[in-house]
């Protein structure tokens, strides 16, 4: 009998546990289930476009959606995508998207399409750079086109009242400047093995020539030619910092130090130069047209920065609010201040030149009406290899493997080998 109430009491107890464990599984599995009904999505981005942790939170409490923010080398971005693309995988939910990647990405299968309103497509006028057929795939974020900065200052201890109007011009300032005005690297251009190396020679190409491709996409010799023998003549007489040669990273940089004083760099730089935090020559720094051949171009190039979805997104709804949050006014006002990227909305833009945020606002809208491509027949699809071939052959010259004349012949020959293969 004792053994029997024992074996009652026994089970009576292992019920108890059994029913205190599912309780507790069930509490849990809840609390899982709960934690999942709050979508998590990835933004990969370089770290100049990451938004604030304040911007973040702020997004989430309206949304629901909890953003964790990749930052990633923009040289890395395009390889991590493509990697994680051949596993049919999503490198980040949402990620940059350069505008000489749109053709490739888009034809690799390597971007959603995203629904855009009528009001935005009219205020961003870029976004038709990311316009392939009648779909969009990416959102302008960065309106970054070129522009000539000078530091006033050390112009004027150079003897020198104005920024040069000829590329003839600059070459003789930057010598100005380095023998009376002591500044011993006037001229900030990249030279090293990377893509802003391939966009600098695009912008003094198109500056100076007007034509830096033929009609059948080929590379226009002559002229390119040319633009090589203007930037061999700066880093022969040593007037470019030699550091350029093996990195960019954060070279134009040299501007907000005063280390360099002359530039054709991108737009934000306006921006970033009076700034009080980063800069050490607030107020000095002064935008000017783009010098041409014979005087002031009238062109300017764009190279916007925008953001897209993946296709293996396994949150698209989510990473789409993100892209839709990240883009609108009001964020890009937010941005503007919080990591000085300049909008690509002109509502954002003019609200931003209104509250006379920007010094050099007149001028730099003037500018913007200036921009035009060298390309054409829009961006290549073969880019991305076209560039590798320009960046690798200008920094061979610009270590002394390479003459102009030989470096303009590998270009040639390289890129015509390209238009004929795709």
């Given at each position: ?339 000085e990227i300049l909008p690509t909305r002109t509502s954002a833009l003019e609200a931003v030149v209104a509250k006379g945020e920007i010094r050099e606002s007149k001028a730099m809208l003037e500018m913007a009406q200036r921009v035009q491509t060298p390309f054409p027949h829009g961006v290549p699809k073969y880019y991305t290899e076209m560039s590798t071939t320009i960046f690798n052959t200008i920094n061979e010259m610009a270590n002394g493997k390479l003459t102009p004349e030989q470096a303009a012949d590998k270009m ?11």
């Amino acid at each position: 009998m004792k053994k029997f109430v024992k074996s009652l009491l026994s089970l009576a107890m292992s019920a108890t546990l059994l029913t205190a464990c599912s309780s507790g599984a069930g509490q849990q599995a809840k609390t899982d289930n709960k934690g999942k009904d709050k979508p998590e999505i990835s933004f990969m981005i370089p770290e100049y476009g990451a938004p604030s942790d304040e911007m973040l939170t702020a997004f989430e409490k309206e949304s629901g959606i909890k953003v964790k923010v990749m930052k990633t080398s923009w040289d890395d971005i395009r390889d991590k995508i493509s990697t994680a693309a051949v596993g049919k995988k999503a490198a980040a939910d949402v990620y940059e998207v350069d505008w000489s990647w749109v053709g490739e990405f888009q034809a690799a299968g390597w971007l959603d399409k995203l629904e855009v309103d009528a009001e935005t497509q009219k205020d961003i006028p870029s976004l038709e750079t990311f316009k392939v057929g009648k779909d969009y795939y990416a959102i302008p974020y960065s309106n970054e086109y070129r522009m000539a900065y000078y530091n006033t200052k050390s112009f004027k201890a150079a003897g020198l009242d104005k920024a040069p109007s000829t590329f003839k011009e600059v070459l003789a300032d930057a010598k100005a400047l380095k023998e009376k005005a002591g500044v011993e690297y006037p001229v900030a251009l990249p030279m090293a093995a990377d893509e802003n190396t391939s966009t600098s020679f695009f912008t003094l190409n198109y500056a100076r020539n007007g034509k830096v491709f033929n009609d059948d996409n080929t590379l226009n010799k002559e002229n390119a030619l040319d633009t090589l023998r203007y930037i061999d003549a700066l880093n022969k007489a040593e007037l470019i910092n030699p550091s350029y040669r093996t990195t960019n990273e954060g070279k134009y940089q040299y501007l907000q130090k005063g280390e360099a004083v002359y530039a054709v760099a991108p737009s934000f730089y306006a921006i970033r130069c009076d700034s009080k935090e980063n800069s050490s020559v607030v107020g000095q720094v002064n935008v000017a047209q783009l010098p041409g051949k014979e005087g002031l171009s009238d062109k300017t190039v764009s190279y916007v920065e925008a953001v897209g979805v993946s296709p293996y997104s396994k949150n698209k709804e989510a990473a789409k609010k993100f892209v839709q949050w990240y883009t609108q006014k009001k964020t890009q006002e937010q941005l503007f201040k919080v990591v000085e990227i300049l909008p690509t909305r002109t509502s954002a833009l003019e609200a931003v030149v209104a509250k006379g945020e920007i010094r050099e606002s007149k001028a730099m809208l003037e500018m913007a009406q200036r921009v035009q491509t060298p390309f054409p027949h829009g961006v290549p699809k073969y880019y991305t290899e076209m560039s590798t071939t320009i960046f690798n052959t200008i920094n061979e010259m610009a270590n002394g493997k390479l003459t102009p004349e030989q470096a303009a012949d590998k270009m040639v020959e390289k890129i015509d080998a390209l238009v004929k293969q795709k």
